[in-house]
T-cell receptor
Framework: DGGITQSPKYLFRKEGQNVTLSCEQN?????MYWYRQDPGQGLRLIYY???????QKGDIAEGYSVSREKKESFPLTVTSAQKNPTAFYLC??????????????FGPGTRLLVL | AQSVTQLDSQVPVFEEAPVELRCNYS??????LFWYVQYPNQGLQLLLK??????LVKGINGFEAEFNKSQTSFHLRKPSVHISDTAEYFC?????????????FGSGTQLTVLP
């Protein structure tokens, strides 16, 4: 069964702690994305990667970091510099369709809570 | 730059009644259009997409949407809703050209189906 998995489903962070959210896909998609979702709002792009060993900042990258060492994996680290990390985090991926990345497919999400 | 406006933040409707969720967008270039559904504490699931061709697009779960280029709209419709359709619905657009990142979301419409 192909898809996107995110773990853990719930994550608790203490003040000053870095935490890492996992995202894995077995769809053989080239591009991967991280979004943040706050209550009553749409999705905001944190980081994205179009190819292994390359990634770009999205609209709200401050306080976050990523790596893309393997095609199927795109972990997100929420650092202590992110002052308001409580949110629902969604990972997505997309493949080439007719020469460009069009459709994004999403994982089940990780809810991050600050203790 | 693109923007997406979902005109209703909340839509209550009785079971078996028809529903329309409205989406308007603004863009200086041609766009692809998407509708996603999000059930509580889950990721986004693709409902349907318009890439080209017929402006009436059919998706999963009996939903359909019509692309109206002159009115820059992509409204989502279902002729008869079920309790299980209760969820949040997001409209999104992506320009024909540009980088893989450029998926812009609306702020969402919460559809509540009442018995």
């Amino acid at each position: 069964d192909g898809g996107i998995t995110q773990s853990p489903k719930y994550l608790f962070r203490k003040e000053g702690q870095n935490v890492t959210l996992s995202c894995e896909q077995n769809l053989n998609h080239d591009a991967m994305y991280w979004y943040r979702q706050d209550p009553g709002q749409g999705l905001r792009l944190i980081y994205y990667s179009q190819i292994v060993n390359d990634f770009q900042k999205g609209d709200i990258a401050e306080g976050y970091s990523v790596s893309r060492e393997k095609k199927e994996s795109f972990p997100l680290t929420v650092t202590s510099a992110q002052k308001n990390p409580t949110a629902f985090y969604l990972c997505a991926s997309s493949a080439q369709e007719g020469g460009s990345m069009k459709t994004q497919y999403f994982g089940p999400g990780t809810r991050l809570l600050v203790l | 730059a693109q923007s997406v406006t979902q005109l209703d933040s909340q839509v209550p409707v009785f079971e078996e009644a028809p529903v329309e969720l409205r989406c308007n967008y603004s863009s200086s270039v041609s766009v692809y259009l998407f509708w996603y559904v999000q059930y509580p504490n889950q990721g986004l699931q693709l409902l349907l997409k318009y890439l080209s061709g017929s402006t009436l697009v059919k998706g999963i779960n009996g939903f359909e949407a019509e692309f109206n280029k002159s009115q820059t709209s992509f409204h989502l419709r279902k002729p008869s809703v079920h309790i299980s359709d209760t969820a949040e619905y997001f409209c999104a657009v992506r320009p024909f050209s540009g980088s893989a990142r450029q998926l812009t979301f609306g702020s969402g419409t919460q559809l509540t189906v009442l018995p």
